[in-house]
């Protein structure tokens, strides 16, 4: 029935298509007289009949081809547009569920979260009952907390980030306490004063570097330790009130120096050069002091102190300070301000001693003097500073009574390190702390003073103890007299050479030559040593005997040492194993030696000191081996620098800056 009723309205349809067709001025030629009687139903079926033909070609050729007719077709089309329709409606309803669910789960673990954190920092102890911060607020594995030790660490600088990178993350909990969030990169330090490098070309933010060990960050100052109940103090900002304690299982305290005074009144005109906010400072006044000579209102004299610059301490820092300040006076600041600067401008070097960098070779001092004359920087040896006024010092000359002024638009104090105030109170809280300038540690870099090896001291901060050979002369000389007649020959004594240096590693560059040394002391020579004789050899050790320098090689050593150490300490409790290397039981002082005293102490490898001294540089590699030279010994200083970044990205703002400098020259905006 429907398929009659679809021909016939198909036959309609063609019908009213003829009539428009002869309605229009169309070409086909038509008899109209086969049209003209359909309204007679025998003659429309006629016509019907002899239009089936064109009808069947439509249908086969283009019907298909637009319109299923099949009705099982489209019942099949609208069931799947219903399973389809409702498969989506099943997804979107079990999607948002499962996102309902989630968000409430997480709330609730949060909120959990958060009440055991408030549990765990509510509980108050320590002498002054503050709070005892046992979970930190990023640390969200806070049940394994408990399971690995706590290592504290003071500090962000060399010594700190050296540590850092040579742990086993999953060893320790590792919490760094420092009011600086950056690692700062000391060394060209100086270079940042006058714009040869920019500041964030020296600073890497502490939190990216401390992301390979999973360690927290405490933007705080410790003020003191606890030592008995194994707790620092720290305090953020400024604020007391706000203070708390920080458990530790191990300590390392690598808080650095400050510049020592010496007592000098009026100490606080001068600048210092330990941050990269004195750099910023140093920056702004020499360009402030430059801006206020051109003045037409400033007096000659008064123009001839601004453009005085004047540095106390003739050691590396302050020999560099000198150079990068002469190189940006005559290389940049000529083009701005060439008639004062040709007349006006005057850099000076104030130092106590016969030389600058007195600590490198003499060869190098001389050098370095030389070229400074050359330039005529003013170079002041043998000379103390009496007193800081706000527009000069005063100063004395060695083996002079008379007193000397020097005018000064900029003074910068570079003249050594003291205590801080932490370690000021850490030193006198311990009785075996004599030294005033520094924490004193023994060979393993632990702190003199706690009887547990908990407590380490690296950097500026600390000093290695002097073993004073002298001192333990009788227990030394009877251990080595294996024969016991009251001499040593040269194999026994070879061997207390090889136990001294193994004990005291710092000790080891004197004794090298054991055949030669041997020799010299034999002054009867009879083959061997007798007592007064060795005496005489550790007399003279001891007084060759100097502490490590305080610079970013030692405390890069000691942080490496010190990491890798730890590491072993932890492998050494869970396995009972430790290094078969050489067995350290027997050096140890204490009468029960724990894992620490059975491990190597530090020994320091000098791998020389570099300075810049204006366009030329120097390096000091010991043992009599210098190199003094122009453009070659910049680059060797740059690569040094280069190499011993933290990250790509200081690298790369390195390169850059100096690259800038090369071809702009220095930038002589204020910071």
């Known amino acids: 029935m429907i398929r009659k009723l679809t021909n016939v309205y198909r036959a309609e349809n063609a019908y009213n298509a003829y009539n428009k067709l002869l309605s229009s001025h169309g070409t086909l030629k038509l008899s109209t007289k086969k049209f003209s009687n359909l309204s007679n139903s025998n003659n429309r079926q006629n016509f019907f009949n002899s239009l089936r033909p064109i009808h069947q070609y439509i249908r086969l050729n283009f019907s298909s081809r637009f319109a299923s007719t099949n009705a099982d077709e489209f019942i099949t089309s609208r069931k799947r547009r219903r399973r389809l329709i409702f498969f989506s409606t099943f997804v979107i309803i079990g999607t948002a569920l499962l996102v309902n669910l989630d968000y409430h789960i997480s709330e609730a673990q949060a909120k959990e979260h958060e009440e055991k954190i408030i549990r ?320 004193v540690t023994d060979s393993r870099l632990r702190l003199k003073g706690i009887k547990d090896s908990s407590v380490y001291a690296i950097g500026d901060c600390s000093t290695i103890e002097n073993p004073n050979l002298v001192q333990g002369l009788m227990k030394f000389f009877s251990d080595a007299d294996l024969d016991k007649n009251g001499q040593l020959s040269y194999d026994e004594f070879a061997l207390l050479a090889t136990k001294i240096a193994r004990k005291y590693p710092l000790t080891g560059i004197h004794l090298k030559r054991a055949h030669e040394l041997f020799d010299r002391y034999d002054v009867d020579k009879s083959g061997t040593l007798e007592l007064n004789e060795l005496r005489s050899m550790f007399e003279e050790i001891d007084k060759k005997f100097t502490s490590l320098p305080a610079t970013a090689q030692v405390a890069n050593q000691q942080g490496k040492y010190l990491g890798k150490k730890l590491n072993q300490i932890v492998i050494a409790a869970e396995t009972s194993i430790l290094p078969s290397s050489r067995d350290y039981s027997e050096d140890s002082d204490s009468n029960c030696p724990d894992t620490d005293d059975k491990l190597a102490p530090f020994e320091y490898a000098h791998l020389g000191s570099m300075a810049y001294i204006g366009n030329a540089a120097v390096a000091d590699f010991g043992m009599g081996w210098t190199w003094m030279g122009g453009l070659s010994a910049v680059y060797l200083w740059r690569s040094v620098y280069f190499s011993e970044q933290v990250s790509l990205r200081t690298r790369v703002l390195l390169a850059s800056d100096w690259t800038k400098r090369s071809l702009f020259g220095r930038d002589i905006s204020k910071f």
């Open 120 to 439: 765990l920092c509510t509980r108050k102890g320590g002498p002054k009952g503050l709070m005892i911060a046992e979970h930190l607020t990023d640390e969200k594995d806070y049940e394994n907390t408990t399971k690995r030790p706590r290592l504290v660490i003071l500090g962000s600088g060399w010594g700190a980030i050296s540590l850092i990178k040579g742990l086993d993350k999953k060893k320790y909990h590792v919490t760094i306490v420092s009011p600086q969030n950056y690692f700062l990169f000391t060394p060209l330090l100086p270079s940042a004063t006058v714009g040869t490098l920019e500041p964030r070309s020296l600073l890497e933010p502490v939190r990216s570097i401390i992301k390979g060990v999973d360690a927290h960050y405490v933007e705080a100052k410790a003020t003191d330790v606890v030592f008995d109940e194994k707790l620092v103090e720290v305090t953020p900002g400024d604020d007391p009130n706000a203070s708390f304690y920080i458990p530790y299982d191990k300590l390392v305290i690598a808080v650095g120096s400050e510049s020592i005074t010496h007592g000098i009144e009026g100490i606080e005109y001068c600048h210092t050069l330990k941050s990269i906010n004195d750099a910023r400072l140093i920056r702004k006044k020499i360009m402030d002091n430059f801006e206020k000579a051109t003045l037409p209102t400033t007096s000659p004299e008064e123009r001839k102190r601004l453009l005085s610059f004047v540095v106390c301490g003739g050691g590396p820092t302050g020999v560099e300070f000198a150079a990068e300040l002469y190189d940006f006076l005559t290389e940049d600041l000529v083009k701005y301000f060439p008639n004062v600067l040709r007349n006006e401008v005057q850099v000076s070097i104030i130092q106590s001693s016969d030389h600058i960098l007195n600590t490198y070779d003499e060869k190098i001092s001389n050098f370095a003097e030389k070229k400074f004359n050359r330039e005529h920087i003013n170079v002041i040896t043998n000379a103390r500073v009496q007193k800081v006024e706000s527009d000069h010092l005063v100063y004395k000359m060695k083996n002079e009574q008379d007193t000397k002024n020097l005018d000064y638009g900029l003074c910068l104090w570079s003249t050594g390190i003291a205590m801080n105030p932490l370690t000021k109170t850490i030193s006198n809280k311990l009785p075996e702390q004599q030294n005033k300038r520094a924490l």
